[in-house]
């Protein structure tokens, strides 16, 4: 191996050493950041209140201690939370591994590889219609989120009871324009 190669192979090393510990920094910063928006917005929030409500030193003390009770059991409650969906996520995943396992059970190895093959094919058409019906997101037109159908799953009860009225409208309008048959003249 030559020199040059050999000292260009060190400089890569380096450099991704040198982003490595750039990037630790900037977490670190970051997040060193982010703490101390939290105390400065319960600070802000707290002398906001007091300038509306006239008070005094004291409450602003017992208020401040609060507002950071609230801050720190809200962020708990999300922790635990995002620990509840990760839970659910690993308890779905694990079902579905057990459902692939008893069908390949069921399945010859012919059946299950076709089965798989249906799986694709059904995804691919759902993605596409998703895509047809506007549903993925970044949508620039805000029509196309008005007629998805979603939004049509949402209206067709209204959309029954406006067609039943119409109906009964045409039918009483019907009523009225015809002639009566009395038998008279």
């Given at each position: 191996?030559?020199?040059?190669?050999?000292?260009?192979?060190?400089?890569?090393?380096?450099?991704?050493?040198?982003?490595?510990?750039?990037?630790?920094?900037?977490?670190?910063?970051?997040?060193?950041?982010?703490?101390?928006?939290?105390?400065?917005?319960?600070?802000?929030?707290?002398?906001?209140?007091?300038?509306?409500?006239?008070?005094?030193?004291?409450?602003?003390?017992?208020?401040?201690?609060?507002?950071?009770?609230?801050?720190?059991?809200?962020?708990?409650?999300?922790?635990?939370?995002?620990?509840?969906?990760?839970?659910?996520?690993?308890?779905?995943?694990?079902?579905?591994?057990?459902?692939?396992?008893?069908?390949?059970?069921?399945?010859?190895?012919?059946?299950?590889?076709?089965?798989?093959?249906?799986?694709?094919?059904?995804?691919?058409?759902?993605?596409?219609?998703?895509?047809n019906r506007g549903e993925i997101r970044g949508r620039t037109n805000r029509n196309e989120a008005r007629f998805s159908s979603r939004n049509n799953r949402r209206n067709i009860g209204k959309r029954m009871m406006m067609?039943?009225?119409?109906?009964?409208?045409?039918?009483?309008?019907?009523?009225?324009?015809?002639?009566?048959?009395?038998?008279?003249?």
């Amino acid at each position: 191996m030559c020199y040059y190669h050999q000292r260009a192979i060190t400089n890569k090393k380096e450099m991704r050493s040198i982003i490595k510990i750039l990037m630790v920094s900037l977490i670190g910063i970051s997040a060193n950041q982010m703490l101390a928006q939290n105390t400065n917005k319960t600070l802000l929030q707290t002398e906001q209140m007091a300038a509306r409500l006239g008070l005094n030193e004291q409450q602003k003390l017992a208020l401040d201690k609060e507002l950071k009770a609230a801050q720190t059991e809200r962020k708990a409650s999300m922790e635990k939370m995002r620990a509840l969906r990760e839970e659910m996520k690993r308890d779905a995943f694990v079902e579905r591994q057990a459902k692939e396992e008893r069908l390949k059970e069921i399945l010859t190895e012919e059946q299950y590889a076709k089965l798989q093959e249906v799986k694709k094919d059904g995804q691919r058409a759902r993605v596409q219609g998703q895509r047809n019906r506007g549903e993925i997101r970044g949508r620039t037109n805000r029509n196309e989120a008005r007629f998805s159908s979603r939004n049509n799953r949402r209206n067709i009860g209204k959309r029954m009871m406006m067609q039943k009225r119409n109906a009964e409208m045409k039918e009483r309008a019907k009523e009225k324009n015809e002639p009566k048959k009395d038998g008279g003249n």
